[in-house]
């Protein structure tokens, strides 16, 4: 069996093997907050970006965006984070018709 070391201040663990790899090029914690370029839309329609290798799903977005994000959960290979500001918006971003679109996502 290996030893774990701790890569950052917020428990994420990896193993010496796993701490060469590529996940360990970026370390985020819970609370960190990022700026991102949003690169694609996945399946469920939260937007992709990366930091380096290191994928982060953001909801709300569209592709070609820069935003600022604040990170809530972090997986070995992703983590997501929620929408703080859109510093530079896409030309397809419209605003909603709905005062309550960001409390109910929408009707």
């Given amino acids: ?3 774990t070391r701790s890569l950052t201040g917020c428990g994420f663990f990896l193993s010496p093997q796993l701490a060469r790899s590529y996940f360990a090029k970026v ?3 819970a609370g960190e907050k990022i700026t991102l370029t949003i690169h694609d839309i996945a399946f469920g329609g939260e937007g992709v970006g990366r930091l380096d ?7 709300f977005v569209a592709p070609g965006e820069v935003v600022e994000a604040e990170i809530v959960e972090v997986k070995k290979r992703f983590a997501r984070a929620k929408l703080l500001r859109v510093i530079q918006a896409a030309p397809e971003r419209v605003q909603p018709s709905c005062q309550y679109f960001g409390d109910c996502g929408g009707c």
């Fill in 1 to 3: 069996m290996f030893q």
């Fill in 27 to 29: 370390s985020l914690c």
């Fill in 53 to 59: 290798e290191f994928v982060v799903f953001v909801p």
